[in-house]
């Protein structure tokens, strides 16, 4: 089983849509947690941290379920360059990503 | 650019030959990491030093992969008697201190053995 395993896409969404990407991890110790983006061939960057409390940054809003060790991001309004691949990731000191959920939305 | 730099960019070789990518971090990050990238996969982690010391290596890491940080600033992954199965994007990433603290990538070195 993966340490982090996350929806396996494609999602492929209109302009405007409301997208839910859910992932979970297997180690209890982890110590942080993060959504990343990465665009085809390139680097990964670090889209939000996301908090037990739940946090929002703009369209975008992540959640961390510790207790059932469930991660989501929710994307409001979808517009075409959030069309990327979006990486669940748990911080043991290393990064622990998911394979990447891809995101494709069309006009 | 005060960003993660690598170079090179990119790196075509011949299978069994000796490669070396070197990564200079954002100045005053202590922590330093290598990925390893392959397609429809996430990144998978290598190695990490804080400062000079290599304080890990995931089992990923072969004996042809050696890594070093001298002098705590950049670093360098060598790969020895390169494999077909070496091809594959290394990302190097640094952050000041460990977790929670997320890490900034650099552009990655994409690696083609023929």
């Known amino acids: 089983r993966k340490e982090v395993e996350q929806d396996p896409g494609p999602f492929n969404v209109p302009e405007g849509a409301t997208v839910a990407f859910n992932c979970t991890y297997s180690n209890s110790a982890s110590q942080s947690f993060f959504w990343y983006r990465q665009d085809c061939r390139k680097e990964p960057k670090l889209l939000m941290s996301?908090?037990?409390s739940g946090n929002e940054d703009g369209r975008f809003t992540a959640q961390l379920n510790r207790a059932s060790q469930y991660i989501s991001l929710l994307i409001r309004d979808s517009k075409l360059s959030d069309s990327a691949t979006y990486l669940c990731v748990v911080n043991t000191d290393k990064l622990i990503f998911g394979t990447g959920t891809r995101l494709q939305v069309f006009p | 650019d005060t960003g993660v730099s690598q170079n090179p960019r990119h790196k075509i070789t011949k299978r069994g030959q000796n490669v070396t990518f070197r990564c200079d971090p954002i100045s005053e990050h202590n922590r330093l990491y290598w990925y390893r990238q392959t397609l429809g996969q996430g990144p998978e982690f290598l190695t990490y030093?804080?400062?000079?010391?290599?304080?890990?290596k995931s089992r990923l890491l072969s004996d042809r992969f050696s890594a070093e940080r001298p002098k705590g600033s950049f670093s360098t992954l060598e790969i020895q008697r390169t494999e077909q199965g070496d091809s594959a994007m290394y990302l190097c990433a640094s952050s000041l201190g460990g977790a929670p603290r997320p890490q900034h990538f650099g552009d990655g070195t994409r690696l083609s053995i023929l």
């Open positions: 030093f804080q400062n000079e010391a290599q304080l890990e």
């Open positions: 996301v908090y037990s």
